[in-house]
């Protein structure tokens, strides 16, 4: 599109002003954000001006995949009236994801999201010194740096900019404690922001054809070198059975990875149905031929299930890590063993509405060269 608004205020003034903005003239009819409330951070849908202005759009947290909670919102059937949903590029990677398995729609929906500096770990939140955390984060960010003590995920993802997002915005400027620029990425972005937004202008960059400032671009290729050295140090890509039983040996079996995962969407996870319950006949016969049995029981098919079924829509948000209660780097395995599958087929989750997913198309020649 190559249009821009620029904004004379921070961006968290300036985007909550935006948003109220658009509540009054009815342009939207709520805001879907983040909101911190003591050491509570969490997603909301909010109606109330006042409440939109004290939101925290750009904390950098992720209570939940915001991708997975739109997805509720507008699977049934689209949201009759719209919304401005300010979520990560991650989130939007999934929520398209998810829209391609007809699990939800953009109809209505407003998506703001920013060149993501990553997010941290979700246990940061009750830490006593979070606010000065907070502060090192966006001074990192508008200097060009990674901030540090991101979720292990956000330091090795490269794909931080939001390309399908309608409204993008750079965290990663140095300005932006006084202004800030809104790159419009689509033509529902202008039919939503008018000139009592600001003066549109022509911009340099056009994030979603790669065209966008350089101190990203150093970012993204140090983002880049940061996976390639954790897939050298753990080759998770390359475990093999034993490899994957030696990493998930502490598994407790609990499925937390798979609940908050916005790619597992099943309403019933079919290793929570009855038929992957360990029936006794089948304990004993086991107990029989192996002489003894680790239970729970099923931890690696699980984990082996989920790596089939998502592999080709892991966007790396690192949801599963966050909440794994014996600290596994289920993110990490995923999202690597996700990234060589994803570059297998030449496919990057969230990227094309319009692209089918590899797991949904039969090609009876496929994989020709592909040995093992
Ligand atoms: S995984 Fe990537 S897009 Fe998602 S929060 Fe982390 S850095 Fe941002
Ligand atoms: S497997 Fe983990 S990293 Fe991948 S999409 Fe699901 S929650 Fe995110
Ligand atoms: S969250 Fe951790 S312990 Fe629970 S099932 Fe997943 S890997 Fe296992």
């Not at 709520?30 to 939101?55: G, H």
């Not at 729609?105 to 246990?123: A, K, R």
């Not at 939001?162 to 140095?174: E, H, Q, S, Y």
Request: aromatic share 6%.
């Amino acid at each position: 599109m190559n249009k821009k608004i620029k904004i004379n205020k921070s961006v968290e003034t300036g985007l909550k002003e935006l948003l109220i903005s658009l509540l009054e003239s009815r342009k939207i009819k709520a805001v879907f954000t983040l909101e911190r409330n003591k050491d509570a951070v969490y997603y909301s849908l909010i109606t109330d001006l006042e409440k939109v202005d004290q939101a925290s759009p750009f904390l950098p947290f992720m209570p939940a995949n915001g991708g997975k909670l739109l997805s509720k919102l507008t699977d049934i059937k689209s949201i009759s009236e719209p919304i401005a949903a300010v979520i990560h590029p991650c989130e939007l990677a999934a929520f398209i994801e998810l829209i391609k398995k007809q699990q939800g729609s953009l109809d209505n929906l407003l998506i703001i999201s920013s060149v993501c500096p990553g997010v941290m770990p979700i246990n940061n939140i009750s830490e006593t010194n979070l606010d000065e955390k907070i502060k090192k984060y966006f001074e990192s960010a508008k200097n060009s740096n990674i901030p540090t003590g991101l979720r292990e995920n956000c330091e090795i993802c490269s794909r931080i900019i939001p390309t399908n997002a309608d409204i993008i915005i750079n965290l990663m400027d140095k300005d932006i404690d006084n202004s800030f620029e809104l790159y419009i990425n689509s033509e529902k972005a202008e039919k939503f922001l008018g000139d009592e937004n600001g003066e549109i202008l022509d911009s340099d960059f056009d994030f979603a054809n790669n065209t966008f400032p350089q101190n990203i671009k150093d970012i993204i290729s140090q983002k880049e070198k940061n996976r390639i050295a954790v897939n050298e140090k753990y080759k998770f890509d390359q475990l093999g059975m034993d490899g994957l039983i030696d990493l998930f040996g502490k598994c407790i079996g609990c499925h937390s990875c798979g609940g908050v995962c916005p790619i597992c969407y099943c309403e019933l996870c079919d290793f929570d149905s009855a038929e992957h319950e360990y029936k006794k006949n089948v304990l004993k016969s086991d107990l029989n031929s192996r002489a003894g049995v680790r239970l729970p029981p099923n931890t690696i098919l699980y984990q082996l299930g989920r790596l089939n079924h998502i592999s080709t829509s892991c966007v790396g948000c690192g949801m599963c890590t966050d909440v794994c209660p014996v600290d596994i780097p289920v993110g990490m395995i995923f999202s690597s063993i996700g990234n060589s599958v994803q570059e297998l087929f030449k496919y990057i989750p969230g990227e094309n509405l319009e692209e089918a997913n590899p797991i949904t198309v039969y090609k009876k020649e496929e994989l020709t060269n592909f040995e093992d």
